[in-house]
């Protein structure tokens, strides 16, 4: 290439990666036409490249110098030098010192931008994720310029790569003495530290011991710290160096890493014991640390203070080590009583009363051992009744909610952002009946204003909800083919189903004025006068109810009606109002006896024809005998067609409902009176030790309670599946259907206890804090049954289903809540299976069990607890049983603590 170098020449030179070419002719060209080159350069590098017919490694070689080629086109062509700067991070996929002089070369040819104010631009815009592309190169342009590093996180990062924080590197580095105390400054660098290589530049202790500490105090992530800790062990600093940095110890103390903790304990500790630390110095320390979780730090604090008040009884101290009272871990407290103890005869009755102030909280076995230090202070009465006043206000919280109503979509604009929300959350049950009301009043006012407002909303996917809103803007209903998902997803997602195929066939051709499922409140119970009302009004004007819509609403009636209700229903002539009455007059759906049991677990969807190569496994389940019910009962399922709902039979294109032998159509001999519409598998579930319910689907379960809201027994037992699989990991939202189980109306039992247990135990916290919620909603209401989620943790536990710390942590929070008598009642039945096979999370059940035993004045002989209490040792577990036991010992005692 020559000096008159045309474009066509340099797009070319570019293609073949003709790197050194290009520089030297730009170089010999004079600076306009340089510029003149650079005008068509953007709008070739965004043309498509041809193709590289190579095979590799030589496509990616000549991929390589094609990218090289552009960033020196660009350095010796463009205009500016932010333009210059882009362009060369644009293409910044090499970095080679071959390239970087290269480019030196280019940008210091008269009339460049300069060279200085390019590697500074390089500098300030590199990102830590382009570091390997991208630092070599600026490296060598700010040394090229002369130009010092700009201490940002990225260039950091990489001069710290660059160097591999090797003290021999940095020794030799002339940057180290500016670069080195920025390292400190700005957090996340400790990744990239070299402990070994920071310690041993002795000529920088001084800065890097300081900004060690600094960054210590300061705080910054767990895994960027833990390289700064280890480089304040491996200073080892000196008692004049620890005094000297003891404002940012004490701030230390209060890291949220204990190993933090630790460092600033140790090296305080040591100025204490050489007399330089003050006595509110240390007091302050104790009080950052006493109340933390961390055993180890809270330990070597207790024994710092000992040594403490040991020279010299100051109040300061006493008081601060009274804090360690509070402590959660019931051992760290009981430490914190014996040193107390040991130092008490110091303080003299200012002393007690300061204990006894402190220790007004302590109960059980601890408040035990004050009284034994305090003779003085009171036995701690016990609790009457295991239920507070803050008890009684939850459940009279509760019942106002429960009574709440659910307020109505008010306009046709107000009801078009509640569609949205609701085909965003999909099944959100108070949505999903707002919006089914409102699309059935206004339907029926202003049909075209409905259909105008919905349109652009509607998404174009097929579903029940889908399909029914097209329905509303067509007047036409399109057969929703489900999935297989969708087929097996339950009884009680096609109950809410088939509502929606129904109401969709309804705004194809004769709309109802009023639905008569639609909820009065938020627990999902029917107004049964409205109801009546609803029904009468449709004998007078001529219209009758959907199937699916009259069977919702008798399952939604409340447990108990007027019986004005009934006399009112007796008079009703028409089909449908012969079905209500019958439904009433019978007493409505009745109670099933439920019962749990364990029986083997197939991963196959169908065990009959299980092609697993893994042996089944046993899982915990229930089951309940088919529940006698009032009226005849006509089962749908998937795909089904009601001739009394609008239709003239079966939908051609419907098929069978997706289950062996049942129809498609309701059966001839009930075409001419309503029955009960529900889906096959709702009021029935045999028990079969064989095998367990699948779960063949991930719909959500949150729905499910509205279908049943006073029978919350049916709801969880369909749903043990989704909430067994929820527990363990999968789809762990289906866990928040507890808290709506908890607050239904109808009474408690043996499924929901084993959802509750199995939710107790859940993987993922956000499951164990619902089963929480639930736990003491149903305590508040007087509903919760303790001894029998206690049995079925223990049938868990001997499975190995059962992560005992994970219940212990929520009964914790239970206990918390005040449900005292619930906890204890579940605690104690869970203890026996939890000490047959102990495991890390039984001395935190024994704490619990202490803690809600002493809160009841609980008197019962648990002969499990006194073996293990009688055992020779000293580990967590004997001394937790020991503790318990002491506690029910007492409590049998006349007048014991």
Not at 286 to 306: F, M
Not at 370 to 392: C, K, Q, S
Not at 557 to 572: C, F, I
Not at 634 to 651: F, N, R
Request: include cysteine; hydrophobic fraction near 45%.
């Amino acid at each position: 290439m020559t000096a008159d170098l045309t474009f066509e020449q340099l797009a070319t030179a570019i293609q073949r990666g003709e790197v050194e070419a290009i520089a030297d002719a730009l170089l010999a060209m004079d600076e306009p036409a340089r510029r003149a080159l650079g005008k068509s350069l953007p709008a070739f590098a965004a043309a498509r490249m041809p193709r590289i017919d190579l095979a590799p490694p030589e496509s990616w070689q000549l991929m390589r110098r094609r990218n090289d080629a552009m960033r020196v086109a660009g350095a010796g062509c463009l205009t500016g030098a932010a333009k210059v700067v882009s362009w060369l991070r644009n293409f910044g996929n090499g970095d080679d010192s071959t390239l970087a002089s290269t480019l030196i070369r280019v940008l210091r040819a008269p009339g460049r931008p300069s060279l200085a104010v390019v590697a500074r631009g390089m500098a300030t815009r590199l990102r830590s994720n382009q570091i390997h592309q991208q630092w070599r190169l600026i490296s060598r342009l700010l040394d090229a310029a002369g130009e010092p590093v700009p201490p940002t996180e990225a260039t950091l990062r990489g001069w710290l790569r660059e160097t591999g924080c090797s003290s021999a590197a940095l020794r030799d580095d002339p940057r180290t003495s500016y670069l080195l105390p920025h390292v400190f400054t700005i957090p996340g660098l400790g990744t990239e530290v070299s402990a070994g290589g920071l310690a041993n530049l002795a000529e920088q202790r001084d800065v890097v011991l300081s900004g060690c500490v600094f960054r210590l105090a300061e705080g910054d992530r767990a895994n960027a710290v833990r390289s700064f800790v280890e480089l304040h062990r491996m200073l080892a600093p000196g008692l004049d160096e620890c005094a000297e940095h003891r404002q940012s110890y004490l701030v230390m103390v209060n890291s949220p890493h204990s190993t933090v903790v630790t460092v600033a304990q140790e090296s305080l500790r040591a100025v204490d014991d050489a007399g330089l630390l003050d006595t509110e110095a240390v007091a302050d320390a104790a009080l950052s640390v006493l109340a933390r979780r961390e055993k180890k730090v809270v330990r070597a604090q207790l024994a710092w203070l000992d040594q403490a008040l040991a020279r010299k009884a100051d109040p300061v101290l006493f008081e601060a080590l009274l804090t360690g009272l509070a402590n959660e871990s019931t051992d760290l407290a009981e430490r914190t009583l014996r040193l107390a103890g040991k130092h008490l005869p110091a303080f003299g009755p200012a002393g007690r009363e300061r204990l006894a102030s402190a220790a007004e909280t302590l109960t059980g076995d601890l408040h035990r051992q004050v009284t034994e230090l305090l003779p003085e202070i009171a036995p701690a009465p016990p609790v009457a009744d295991g239920r507070v006043p803050a008890a009684a206000a939850v459940a009279a919280a509760a019942a106002v909610a429960a009574a709440a109503a659910l307020e109505p979509v008010r306009s046709i604009p107000e009801l078009v952002p509640v569609v949205v929300e609701l085909l965003r959350l999909n099944q959100e049950p108070l949505l999903m009946e707002q919006v089914l009301d409102a699309l059935v009043r206004f339907a029926n006012t202003d049909r075209e204003a409905l259909a105008a407002a919905l349109k652009p909303k509607v998404p174009d996917w097929s579903g029940a909800l889908t399909n029914l809103l097209r329905a509303v803007i067509q007047r036409s209903w399109t057969v929703w083919q489900p999935s297989y998902w969708e087929i097996n997803a339950g009884p009680l997602f096609w109950m809410l189903a088939e509502r929606l195929r129904e109401l969709g066939g309804q705004m194809a051709g004769t709309l109802p004025p009023a639905l008569l499922a639609t909820p009065a409140t938020l627990d999902g119970h029917v107004d049964p006068e409205r109801v009546l009302s609803l029904l009468a009004a449709g004998e007078r004007d001529g219209w009758q109810p959907g199937p699916y819509d009259l069977s919702q609403a008798m399952l939604r009636l409340p447990r108990t009606v007027d019986p004005a209700v009934l006399a009112g229903a007796e008079r009703l002539t028409g089909p449908a109002g012969r079905l209500f009455a019958a439904w009433l007059r019978g007493g409505g759906l009745p109670d099933p006896v439920v019962v749990t049991l364990t029986t083997i677990w197939h991963r196959c969807p169908d065990p009959d024809r299980c092609t697993c190569e893994q042996p089944p496994i046993t899982r915990r389940t229930s089951a309940f005998d088919a529940i006698p019910l009032p009226v005849p009962t006509w089962h749908a399922g998937p795909g089904s067609v009601d001739p009394l709902a609008e239709a003239d039979g079966p939908d051609p294109q419907a098929g069978t409902n997706g289950r062996s032998g049942l129809p498609a159509a309701r059966p001839a001999e009930h075409a001419a009176e309503f029955t009960l519409a529900v889906p096959p598998g709702l009021f029935e579930m045999p028990a079969d030790p064989d095998r367990t319910r699948g779960n063949r689907s991930n719909h959500a379960v949150i729905s499910w309670p509205m279908v049943l809201p006073g029978h919350p027994e049916i709801v969880a037992a369909q749903a043990l599946p989704q909430i067994t699989m929820a527990a363990d990991g999968n789809f762990p939202p289906q866990l928040d259907i507890l808290p709506a189980l908890a607050a239904s109306t109808g009474p408690f039992g043996p499924a929901l206890a084993l959802c509750l247990a199995r939710g107790l135990s859940a993987d993922h916290r956000s499951g164990r804090t619902s089963a929480t919620d639930a736990f003491v909603e149903l305590a508040a209401r007087g509903k919760l049954d303790g001894a029998l989620i206690g049995r079925e943790l223990a049938h868990l536990q001997r499975g190995g289903w059962l992560n005992v710390k994970r219940v212990a942590g929520c009964l914790t929070d239970a206990l918390r809540a005040e449900v005292t008598t619930e906890v204890w009642t579940t605690v104690r039945e869970l203890l026996p299976a939890a000490l047959a096979a102990p495991d890390a999370g039984t001395p935190a059940l024994l704490a619990l069990a202490e803690a809600a035993a002493a809160a009841v004045h609980a008197t019962e002989d648990l002969p499990e607890v006194a073996e293990v209490a009688g055992r020779s040792g000293r580990t967590r577990l004997i001394t937790e049983a020991a503790r318990l036991a002491r506690t029910l010992t007492a409590n049998r005692t006349p007048g014991g603590a």
